[in-house]
């Protein structure tokens, strides 16, 4: 079992309300076609200081949408370039809510599980009562926390995968590091936000396992 303990300190979330304005400042209501004023108005439900984020449904904001949006030392994100099907990561193993906008509770970056596989946090992360973050999910929280996108303190998004025609799941799993600008990168790429994907079976130094304790929406 991990040890909580060497988890990662998780700085509170901006406000909901914070949270609305900025997905609004960034055009993220008009790639989900969703008013301005709904996502506010949903913003409010979430009460006083509450720590949660305020996540679109991959539905409506594709993670391939939603990349460039990131930000870092001036440099858009991006999607690696042998992820073209990188929209057709589904929630897997997860109910999300059945709603355009929803809540997502109890962030951890999944420190603790670095040089750990998928195939090894997946099973500890239930047993945790917890829920790993779908690849969408994990950009909102880059996107309203820039800070959490560390070098050499990244994340996978495990809840995120590709189910092949014959009903297999893909072995790549979803990941947000910063790209260190080397191969098809580009090293105009170098400190961007990057959106790539690991094996199953690897385990990863500098790769945690973000995870929720848990999700609603209304």
Known sequence: ?????????VHPLPSPSDQAERLIGLGVH???GIPAEDVRAFAATAGRGRDVLLAVHPDRAPASALAPLLL???KPGFVVVDMPDVDRFAPSAL???DAPLYFVAGLDRGDHMANWSPEEALPALTEEGRTPLVLTEGIHWVLQQPAVLERNLC???IGSRLRKADGALDARTPA???S???GRDGKERRNAPKVGWCWWGNRHTWLGFASAA????R
């Open 155 to 157: 994340f996978m998004t």
């Open 176 to 178: 947000l590091w910063i």
């Open 214 to 217: 848990g999700r609603e929406g």
């Open 72 to 74: 870092r030392d001036g």
């Open 95 to 97: 109910d999300l809510p």
């Open 180 to 182: 260190n600008g080397t």
């Open 30 to 32: 008009e790639i989900a």
């Open 1 to 9: 079992m991990p040890d909580p303990s060497t988890a990662g300190t």
